[in-house]
T-cell receptor, first 117, second 111 residues
Framework: GAVVSQHPSWVICKSGTSVKIECRSLDFQATTMFWYRQFPKQSLMLMATSNEGSKATYEQGVEKDKFLINHASLTLSTLTVTSAHPEDSSFYIC?????????????FGDGTRLSIL | LAKTTQPISMDSYEGQEVNITCSHNNIATNDYITWYQQFPSQGPRFIIQGYKTKVTNEVASLFIPADRKSSTLSLPRVSLSDTAVYYCLVGDLGGSYIPTFGRGTSLIVHP
Protein backbone atom coordinates (compact mmCIF):
# COMPACT_ATOMS: atom_id res chain seq x y z
CA GLY A 1 0.00 0.00 0.00
CA ALA A 2 0.86 3.66 -0.16
CA VAL A 3 3.53 4.71 2.31
CA VAL A 4 4.60 8.14 3.41
CA SER A 5 8.00 8.43 5.02
CA GLN A 6 8.99 11.30 7.25
CA HIS A 7 12.51 12.13 8.42
CA PRO A 8 13.87 12.74 10.96
CA SER A 9 11.54 11.26 13.54
CA TRP A 10 13.07 13.24 16.39
CA VAL A 11 15.10 16.45 16.59
CA ILE A 12 16.52 18.38 19.52
CA CYS A 13 18.32 21.59 18.78
CA LYS A 14 19.23 24.96 20.19
CA SER A 15 17.12 28.06 19.84
CA GLY A 16 17.90 29.95 16.66
CA THR A 17 18.66 26.84 14.62
CA SER A 18 16.84 26.04 11.40
CA VAL A 19 15.48 22.53 11.08
CA LYS A 20 14.46 20.73 7.90
CA ILE A 21 11.90 17.94 7.88
CA GLU A 22 11.45 15.72 4.84
CA CYS A 23 8.28 14.00 3.69
CA ARG A 24 8.49 11.39 0.96
CA SER A 25 5.85 9.37 -0.82
CA LEU A 26 7.57 6.03 -1.29
CA ASP A 27 5.52 4.23 -3.90
CA PHE A 28 3.40 6.90 -5.50
CA GLN A 29 3.58 10.41 -6.80
CA ALA A 30 1.92 13.21 -4.90
CA THR A 31 1.20 16.57 -6.47
CA THR A 32 -0.13 17.75 -3.15
CA MET A 33 1.12 17.11 0.35
CA PHE A 34 -0.06 18.56 3.62
CA TRP A 35 1.80 19.66 6.73
CA TYR A 36 0.30 19.54 10.20
CA ARG A 37 1.36 20.50 13.68
CA GLN A 38 0.08 18.75 16.77
CA PHE A 39 0.48 19.89 20.36
CA PRO A 40 0.06 17.47 23.28
CA LYS A 41 -3.50 16.26 23.83
CA GLN A 42 -4.71 18.23 20.83
CA SER A 43 -5.81 17.39 17.31
CA LEU A 44 -3.79 17.86 14.14
CA MET A 45 -3.78 21.43 12.94
CA LEU A 46 -3.27 22.02 9.24
CA MET A 47 -0.39 24.38 8.61
CA ALA A 48 -0.09 24.43 4.85
CA THR A 49 -0.75 22.70 1.58
CA SER A 50 2.39 21.88 -0.35
CA ASN A 51 1.97 22.00 -4.12
CA GLU A 52 4.53 20.41 -6.44
CA GLY A 53 6.22 23.01 -8.57
CA SER A 54 4.49 25.99 -7.03
CA LYS A 55 4.17 27.95 -3.82
CA ALA A 56 2.64 26.44 -0.76
CA THR A 57 -0.71 27.61 0.53
CA TYR A 58 -0.56 28.53 4.19
CA GLU A 59 -3.41 28.47 6.68
CA GLN A 60 -4.34 31.64 8.47
CA GLY A 61 -1.97 32.43 11.30
CA VAL A 62 0.90 30.33 9.98
CA GLU A 63 3.97 32.42 9.14
CA LYS A 64 5.23 31.48 5.69
CA ASP A 65 8.63 33.01 6.36
CA LYS A 66 8.92 30.95 9.51
CA PHE A 67 7.81 27.65 8.01
CA LEU A 68 9.35 27.30 4.57
CA ILE A 69 7.86 24.61 2.38
CA ASN A 70 9.45 23.27 -0.76
CA HIS A 71 7.84 20.65 -2.98
CA ALA A 72 10.46 20.24 -5.65
CA SER A 73 9.46 16.81 -6.90
CA LEU A 74 6.42 14.57 -7.00
CA THR A 75 7.76 12.46 -4.17
CA LEU A 76 9.34 14.96 -1.80
CA SER A 77 8.17 17.92 0.23
CA THR A 78 10.28 19.62 2.88
CA LEU A 79 9.31 21.82 5.80
CA THR A 80 12.02 24.06 7.21
CA VAL A 81 11.42 25.68 10.56
CA THR A 82 13.64 28.75 10.40
CA SER A 83 15.26 30.26 13.47
CA ALA A 84 13.36 27.89 15.69
CA HIS A 85 12.39 28.91 19.22
CA PRO A 86 10.99 26.90 22.11
CA GLU A 87 7.42 27.77 21.15
CA ASP A 88 7.99 25.95 17.85
CA SER A 89 8.48 22.71 19.74
CA SER A 90 5.75 20.40 18.56
CA PHE A 91 4.94 17.23 16.65
CA TYR A 92 4.96 17.84 12.89
CA ILE A 93 3.17 15.45 10.54
CA CYS A 94 2.91 15.31 6.77
CA UNK A 95 0.41 13.54 4.57
CA UNK A 96 -0.07 12.71 0.92
CA UNK A 97 -2.21 10.55 -1.30
CA UNK A 98 -2.01 9.01 -4.71
CA UNK A 99 -4.59 11.07 -6.55
CA UNK A 100 -4.01 9.26 -9.84
CA UNK A 101 -5.65 6.00 -8.89
CA UNK A 102 -9.19 6.79 -7.92
CA UNK A 103 -10.54 7.59 -4.52
CA UNK A 104 -7.50 6.87 -2.43
CA UNK A 105 -7.32 7.98 1.21
CA UNK A 106 -4.65 10.22 2.66
CA UNK A 107 -1.64 8.50 4.18
CA PHE A 108 0.36 10.07 6.95
CA GLY A 109 3.99 10.05 7.93
CA ASP A 110 4.96 8.95 11.41
CA GLY A 111 5.70 12.50 12.44
CA THR A 112 8.71 14.47 13.61
CA ARG A 113 9.08 15.41 17.25
CA LEU A 114 10.81 18.79 17.36
CA SER A 115 12.22 20.03 20.65
CA ILE A 116 13.88 23.44 20.79
CA LEU A 117 16.00 24.17 23.83
CA LEU B 1 -16.07 21.89 4.31
CA ALA B 2 -18.17 19.44 6.29
CA LYS B 3 -17.63 19.81 10.02
CA THR B 4 -17.45 16.66 12.10
CA THR B 5 -18.51 16.08 15.69
CA GLN B 6 -17.45 13.08 17.76
CA PRO B 7 -17.59 12.17 21.44
CA ILE B 8 -14.45 13.39 23.14
CA SER B 9 -13.80 10.13 24.93
CA MET B 10 -15.07 6.58 25.35
CA ASP B 11 -14.21 3.72 27.65
CA SER B 12 -14.52 0.03 26.95
CA TYR B 13 -13.22 -3.33 28.08
CA GLU B 14 -11.27 -5.99 26.29
CA GLY B 15 -13.39 -8.21 24.10
CA GLN B 16 -16.25 -5.77 23.75
CA GLU B 17 -17.51 -4.21 20.55
CA VAL B 18 -17.00 -0.46 20.36
CA ASN B 19 -19.05 1.88 18.22
CA ILE B 20 -17.89 5.44 17.68
CA THR B 21 -20.32 7.78 15.95
CA CYS B 22 -19.38 10.87 14.00
CA SER B 23 -21.88 13.55 13.00
CA HIS B 24 -21.38 15.40 9.72
CA ASN B 25 -24.67 17.15 9.09
CA ASN B 26 -23.49 19.24 6.15
CA ILE B 27 -21.77 16.48 4.22
CA ALA B 28 -21.70 17.19 0.49
CA THR B 29 -22.81 14.86 -2.27
CA ASN B 30 -19.28 14.02 -3.38
CA ASP B 31 -17.82 13.66 0.10
CA TYR B 32 -16.40 10.41 1.41
CA ILE B 33 -16.00 9.46 5.04
CA THR B 34 -12.62 8.26 6.27
CA TRP B 35 -11.60 7.08 9.71
CA TYR B 36 -8.10 7.19 11.17
CA GLN B 37 -6.47 5.84 14.30
CA GLN B 38 -3.65 7.66 16.05
CA PHE B 39 -1.35 6.41 18.78
CA PRO B 40 0.76 8.84 20.82
CA SER B 41 3.78 10.18 18.93
CA GLN B 42 2.71 8.53 15.68
CA GLY B 43 0.97 9.77 12.56
CA PRO B 44 -2.67 8.86 11.93
CA ARG B 45 -3.21 5.43 10.43
CA PHE B 46 -5.96 4.73 7.89
CA ILE B 47 -8.67 2.40 9.18
CA ILE B 48 -11.59 2.45 6.78
CA GLN B 49 -13.34 4.58 4.21
CA GLY B 50 -16.85 4.64 2.77
CA TYR B 51 -19.50 6.58 0.93
CA LYS B 52 -22.78 4.93 1.92
CA THR B 53 -24.33 1.86 3.55
CA LYS B 54 -21.79 -0.51 5.07
CA VAL B 55 -18.12 -1.13 4.51
CA THR B 56 -16.15 -3.87 6.23
CA ASN B 57 -12.48 -4.74 6.24
CA GLU B 58 -10.26 -6.92 8.39
CA VAL B 59 -10.15 -4.49 11.31
CA ALA B 60 -13.42 -2.55 11.36
CA SER B 61 -16.82 -1.86 9.91
CA LEU B 62 -18.25 1.47 8.87
CA PHE B 63 -21.98 2.06 8.94
CA ILE B 64 -23.41 5.01 7.04
CA PRO B 65 -27.17 5.70 7.09
CA ALA B 66 -29.07 6.71 4.00
CA ASP B 67 -28.96 10.44 4.79
CA ARG B 68 -25.18 10.22 5.34
CA LYS B 69 -25.34 12.83 8.09
CA SER B 70 -23.52 10.54 10.45
CA SER B 71 -21.31 7.46 10.39
CA THR B 72 -20.39 4.82 12.93
CA LEU B 73 -17.05 3.10 13.21
CA SER B 74 -17.43 -0.35 14.72
CA LEU B 75 -14.44 -2.11 16.26
CA PRO B 76 -15.20 -5.75 17.07
CA ARG B 77 -13.73 -7.32 20.19
CA VAL B 78 -11.33 -4.56 21.15
CA SER B 79 -8.04 -5.21 22.87
CA LEU B 80 -5.77 -3.01 24.96
CA SER B 81 -3.83 -2.13 21.82
CA ASP B 82 -6.91 -0.42 20.40
CA THR B 83 -6.49 2.36 22.96
CA ALA B 84 -5.95 5.37 20.72
CA VAL B 85 -7.57 8.50 19.33
CA TYR B 86 -9.97 7.96 16.45
CA TYR B 87 -10.76 10.65 13.90
CA CYS B 88 -13.43 10.81 11.23
CA LEU B 89 -12.74 13.00 8.23
CA VAL B 90 -15.13 14.02 5.48
CA GLY B 91 -14.15 15.31 2.07
CA ASP B 92 -14.32 15.06 -1.70
CA LEU B 93 -11.58 12.60 -2.60
CA GLY B 94 -12.15 13.23 -6.25
CA GLY B 95 -11.63 16.96 -5.89
CA SER B 96 -9.27 19.31 -4.11
CA TYR B 97 -9.49 17.45 -0.82
CA ILE B 98 -7.87 19.07 2.20
CA PRO B 99 -7.98 16.63 5.12
CA THR B 100 -9.09 18.58 8.18
CA PHE B 101 -9.21 17.04 11.62
CA GLY B 102 -11.76 17.56 14.34
CA ARG B 103 -11.07 16.78 17.99
CA GLY B 104 -11.33 13.03 17.62
CA THR B 105 -12.45 10.41 20.13
CA SER B 106 -10.05 9.12 22.73
CA LEU B 107 -10.84 5.46 23.28
CA ILE B 108 -9.48 3.76 26.37
CA VAL B 109 -9.74 -0.01 26.56
CA HIS B 110 -9.53 -1.44 30.05
CA PRO B 111 -8.41 -4.96 31.00
Amino acid sequence: GAVVSQHPSWVICKSGTSVKIECRSLDFQATTMFWYRQFPKQSLMLMATSNEGSKATYEQGVEKDKFLINHASLTLSTLTVTSAHPEDSSFYICSARDARTGLQPQHFGDGTRLSIL
Amino acid sequence: LAKTTQPISMDSYEGQEVNITCSHNNIATNDYITWYQQFPSQGPRFIIQGYKTKVTNEVASLFIPADRKSSTLSLPRVSLSDTAVYYCLVGDLGGSYIPTFGRGTSLIVHP
